[in-house]
């Protein structure tokens, strides 16, 4: 038999740890019943400034209680990825929670997420082998698959993700929308350090010398849209030659797309994308840019 809901199960004005997605469910459903809005925040734990923005957009959306997600997906690392050795920090991450006023922590194990014999995913379609999907073949799946029984276990009103991921951003808004999700999927620019470093878990791999060095993820970046007016090929270019000149940094790829991840259009807005290993880490980094309005 089900037990009923409790006051223990949700406390205005501080943080409760659900680890069972059906009495997370029965919570998000309860609260929705009384008139307030759910707004998700998925992540993978080890949160940090970014996710704190995160959050802090999520608040302010209307009469939300913001839910924030911590689990590190195992279906969306491939076999010589990070998954044995990325951070995880569970104390610390409620410890933030709490001091952002988040409602519910979900904090799943993989037994509850994944039922043995599941065999049924989320197509990515196309998109999802282009970019960082050549590199990492079914991560988009394992994304978008985790995602989507996020979704379906929150139901949020609202699902809060930052724009340093720009492909999964994109492919989240392709699968709410084609799979009829109904629910606001909203992108949150990304968080910098000062020096232009885009926050990233997996900064914390990198040594003094490899932090030094994937500043000119950034920085091609930057330099790449300062000379956008004169249209695709200088971007590319300029982003080029700033790479180039950084030791220890191994290119992956840097293109430009439509804000869509479609073909780059020769003039207006465009997205230029840039991934990188620096040692062993992998980074990946975006801007918007407007092509060839001869503004430079
Ligand atoms: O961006 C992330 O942290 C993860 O890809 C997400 C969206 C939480 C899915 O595991």
Redesign the pocket.
């Known amino acids: 038999m089900t037990k009923p809901l409790t006051k223990d199960d949700y406390q205005p004005g501080d943080v409760t740890v659900h680890r069972d997605p059906d009495r997370l469910r029965r919570v998000t459903k309860a609260l929705k019943a009384a008139g307030r809005n759910i707004a998700l925040v ?3 734990g080890a949160l940090h400034e970014g996710h704190r923005k995160l959050i802090r957009e999520a608040q302010v959306l209307q009469n939300t209680v913001v839910v924030v ?1 911590i ?1 590190v ?1 195992p279906t ?1 690392f491939g076999p010589n990825e990070d998954f044995d050795r990325y951070p995880r920090s569970f104390e610390s991450d409620v410890d933030i929670c709490r001091e952002e006023r988040v409602g519910l922590v979900f904090a799943p194990s993989a037994d509850d997420m994944y039922l043995p014999g599941s065999t049924v995913t989320v197509d990515p379609g196309p998109l999802g082998d282009e970019l960082e999907g050549r590199t990492r073949p079914g991560h988009f799946a394992g ?1 978008l698959s ?2 989507a029984k996020l979704f379906n276990i929150v139901q949020p009103t609202y699902a809060v ?2 724009e340093k ?1 720009y492909q ?1 951003l994109t492919l989240i808004h392709r699968m709410a929308r084609d799979l009829n999700f109904g629910l606001d999927v909203v992108g949150v620019p990304t968080v910098r350090e000062p020096d232009g470093l885009a926050l990233s878990s997996r900064n914390r791999y990198l040594s003094a010398e490899e932090r030094s060095a994937a500043t000119a993820l950034s920085a091609a970046l930057v330099a790449g849209a300062h000379v956008s007016g004169r249209g695709a090929d200088a971007v590319l270019e300029a982003a080029r030659t700033t790479l180039a000149a950084a030791p220890g940094v191994d290119l992956d790829y840097l293109e430009l797309r439509a804000p869509d991840l479609g073909p780059a259009p020769e003039n207006g807005d465009a997205r230029l994308l840039v991934a990188a290993r620096v040692g062993s880490t992998r980074l990946i980094d975006n801007t918007a840019v407007l092509l060839g309005t001869g503004d430079e």
Do not use: A, H, L, R
């Open positions: 998925p992540t993978m997600s689990f997906n969306q994304v985790v995602v993700f930052g991921d999964q």
